[in-house]
């Protein structure tokens, strides 16, 4: 068995995580609406895709903990490889700028060529270990992600 953890980034205060708040608020319990963010944790390597970076990227994250939860699945090793062979077919593709707009904020289902942002790509990783199937990972938000998770029977734990 091999272990990866999606970590969850709680709410901060730029103008898009307020806009992904407000959103988030009115779909989900305030439990799971603080988050704006989400990560593939591989060890001590990061997946995900960040507007900051501009994109995919694999990078170490020194975590602090009042910022984020974290959730831990266990996966058979085969699983884990396909998560992470999925990952890393995917380094260094573009931020999902316009399709974030029109499938979060509008509703359209709307998909990039292989352009991705956070939740996307983490929704579609696990994907490749038979979690989650049958979500169109574009739809997913952070929030989304771990009431998903969540009702899957996988805790968040600070």
């Known amino acids: 068995m091999r272990e990866i953890r999606i970590a969850l980034y709680k709410w901060r205060k730029t103008f898009f995580s307020k806009l992904i708040h407000w959103k988030q608020k009115r779909k989900f319990p305030n439990k799971y609406a603080i988050y704006?963010?989400?990560?593939?944790?591989?060890?001590?390597?990061?997946?995900?895709?960040?507007?900051?970076?501009?994109?995919?990227?694999?990078?170490?994250?020194?975590?602090?903990?009042?910022?984020?939860?974290?959730?831990?699945?266990?996966?058979?090793?085969?699983?884990?490889?396909?998560?992470?062979?999925?990952?890393?077919?995917?380094?260094?593709?573009p931020y999902n700028w316009y399709w974030i707009f029109f499938a979060q904020i509008l509703n359209f289902n709307l998909k990039g060529n292989d352009t991705w942002f956070c939740s996307e790509i983490c929704?579609?990783?696990?994907?490749?270990?038979?979690?989650?199937?049958?979500?169109?990972?574009?739809?997913?938000?952070?929030?989304?992600?771990?009431?998903r998770l969540e009702q899957a029977w996988y805790k968040i734990t600070k």
Not at 84 to 89: I, Y
Not at 129 to 145: D, K, N, Q, T, Y
């Open 123 to 147: 929704t579609e990783a696990l994907q490749q270990a038979s979690i989650l199937c049958g979500v169109s990972a574009v739809f997913v938000e952070p929030a989304e992600l771990a009431y």
């Open 36 to 93: 704006t963010h989400s990560e593939l944790v591989f060890g001590e390597l990061c997946f995900s895709s960040s507007e900051v970076d501009n994109g995919t990227r694999i990078k170490k994250i020194l975590f602090k903990n009042e910022n984020w939860d974290f959730i831990t699945i266990k996966l058979e090793q085969e699983e884990y490889k396909d998560v992470l062979g999925f990952c890393m077919e995917r380094i260094w593709k």
